[in-house]
Nanobody, 124 residues
Framework: QVQLVESGGGLVQAGDSLRLSCAASGSTFRTYAMGWFRQAPGKEREFVAGVSLSGSHTYYADSVKGRFAISRDNARNTVYLQMNSLKPEDTAVYYC?????????????????WGQGTQVTVSS
Protein backbone atom coordinates (compact mmCIF):
# COMPACT_ATOMS: atom_id res chain seq x y z
CA GLN A 1 0.00 0.00 0.00
CA VAL A 2 1.16 3.55 -0.66
CA GLN A 3 0.01 6.90 0.67
CA LEU A 4 0.27 9.97 -1.53
CA VAL A 5 0.45 13.62 -0.48
CA GLU A 6 0.37 16.41 -3.05
CA SER A 7 1.76 19.90 -2.55
CA GLY A 8 2.70 22.96 -4.53
CA GLY A 9 -0.66 24.25 -5.65
CA GLY A 10 -1.65 27.89 -5.41
CA LEU A 11 -3.01 30.98 -7.10
CA VAL A 12 -1.04 32.25 -10.08
CA GLN A 13 -1.58 34.44 -13.11
CA ALA A 14 -1.90 33.25 -16.67
CA GLY A 15 1.53 32.56 -18.13
CA ASP A 16 3.09 31.70 -14.78
CA SER A 17 4.58 28.39 -13.73
CA LEU A 18 4.04 26.02 -10.83
CA ARG A 19 5.61 22.75 -9.80
CA LEU A 20 3.46 20.20 -8.04
CA SER A 21 4.98 17.46 -5.93
CA CYS A 22 3.52 14.18 -4.80
CA ALA A 23 5.32 12.44 -1.97
CA ALA A 24 4.73 8.72 -1.51
CA SER A 25 5.16 6.68 1.62
CA GLY A 26 6.86 3.30 1.74
CA SER A 27 9.89 1.72 0.13
CA THR A 28 8.17 0.35 -2.93
CA PHE A 29 7.53 3.61 -4.76
CA ARG A 30 9.68 2.50 -7.68
CA THR A 31 7.26 -0.35 -8.36
CA TYR A 32 4.34 1.99 -9.04
CA ALA A 33 3.43 3.72 -12.26
CA MET A 34 2.30 7.25 -11.48
CA GLY A 35 -0.20 9.65 -12.95
CA TRP A 36 -1.52 13.17 -12.48
CA PHE A 37 -5.21 13.93 -12.95
CA ARG A 38 -7.27 17.04 -12.44
CA GLN A 39 -10.87 17.93 -11.82
CA ALA A 40 -12.40 21.35 -12.38
CA PRO A 41 -15.69 22.36 -10.76
CA GLY A 42 -18.61 20.78 -12.56
CA LYS A 43 -16.37 18.73 -14.81
CA GLU A 44 -15.24 15.14 -14.99
CA ARG A 45 -11.84 14.11 -13.72
CA GLU A 46 -9.34 14.11 -16.57
CA PHE A 47 -5.94 12.66 -17.21
CA VAL A 48 -3.04 15.11 -17.27
CA ALA A 49 0.19 13.10 -17.36
CA GLY A 50 1.69 9.71 -16.56
CA VAL A 51 5.17 8.33 -15.96
CA SER A 52 6.52 4.80 -16.04
CA LEU A 53 8.31 3.05 -13.17
CA SER A 54 11.78 4.21 -14.17
CA GLY A 55 10.67 7.57 -15.51
CA SER A 56 11.84 6.73 -19.00
CA HIS A 57 8.35 6.89 -20.52
CA THR A 58 5.98 9.81 -20.12
CA TYR A 59 2.48 10.44 -21.40
CA TYR A 60 0.46 13.64 -21.68
CA ALA A 61 -3.01 14.86 -22.44
CA ASP A 62 -3.11 16.90 -25.63
CA SER A 63 -4.27 19.93 -23.67
CA VAL A 64 -1.01 20.10 -21.68
CA LYS A 65 1.50 18.68 -24.13
CA GLY A 66 4.44 21.05 -24.55
CA ARG A 67 3.55 23.00 -21.40
CA PHE A 68 3.63 20.40 -18.60
CA ALA A 69 6.34 17.91 -17.72
CA ILE A 70 6.04 14.92 -15.41
CA SER A 71 9.07 13.40 -13.73
CA ARG A 72 9.89 11.21 -10.78
CA ASP A 73 12.70 10.79 -8.30
CA ASN A 74 12.61 7.25 -6.99
CA ALA A 75 15.29 8.02 -4.41
CA ARG A 76 12.97 10.66 -2.90
CA ASN A 77 9.73 8.74 -3.45
CA THR A 78 8.36 11.76 -5.27
CA VAL A 79 6.68 12.51 -8.57
CA TYR A 80 6.56 16.04 -9.97
CA LEU A 81 4.44 17.97 -12.39
CA GLN A 82 6.12 21.05 -13.81
CA MET A 83 3.45 23.32 -15.24
CA ASN A 84 4.49 26.19 -17.50
CA SER A 85 2.51 28.76 -19.47
CA LEU A 86 -0.49 28.19 -17.27
CA LYS A 87 -3.92 29.12 -18.57
CA PRO A 88 -7.17 29.85 -16.74
CA GLU A 89 -8.54 26.57 -18.09
CA ASP A 90 -5.85 24.74 -16.12
CA THR A 91 -7.67 25.73 -12.92
CA ALA A 92 -8.60 22.54 -11.07
CA VAL A 93 -7.79 20.30 -8.15
CA TYR A 94 -4.80 18.20 -9.15
CA TYR A 95 -4.43 14.64 -7.90
CA CYS A 96 -1.60 12.18 -8.15
CA UNK A 97 -2.32 8.48 -8.40
CA UNK A 98 -0.38 5.22 -8.27
CA UNK A 99 -0.82 1.73 -9.59
CA UNK A 100 1.35 -1.39 -9.65
CA UNK A 101 0.31 -2.84 -12.98
CA UNK A 102 -0.69 -0.14 -15.40
CA UNK A 103 -2.78 -0.96 -18.45
CA UNK A 104 -3.79 2.50 -19.53
CA UNK A 105 -2.26 5.60 -18.00
CA UNK A 106 -5.14 7.80 -19.09
CA UNK A 107 -7.96 6.00 -17.27
CA UNK A 108 -8.39 6.97 -13.64
CA UNK A 109 -10.18 3.75 -12.75
CA UNK A 110 -6.95 1.87 -13.45
CA UNK A 111 -5.22 3.50 -10.47
CA UNK A 112 -5.36 2.02 -6.99
CA UNK A 113 -4.15 4.87 -4.79
CA TRP A 114 -4.92 8.58 -4.80
CA GLY A 115 -3.76 11.65 -2.95
CA GLN A 116 -6.05 14.24 -1.41
CA GLY A 117 -5.43 16.80 -4.15
CA THR A 118 -3.97 20.28 -4.36
CA GLN A 119 -5.78 23.31 -5.74
CA VAL A 120 -4.36 25.19 -8.71
CA THR A 121 -6.05 28.44 -9.66
CA VAL A 122 -4.94 30.44 -12.68
CA SER A 123 -6.30 33.97 -13.00
CA SER A 124 -6.58 35.76 -16.33
Amino acid sequence: QVQLVESGGGLVQAGDSLRLSCAASGSTFRTYAMGWFRQAPGKEREFVAGVSLSGSHTYYADSVKGRFAISRDNARNTVYLQMNSLKPEDTAVYYCAAVRNIRDYTTGDNYDYWGQGTQVTVSS
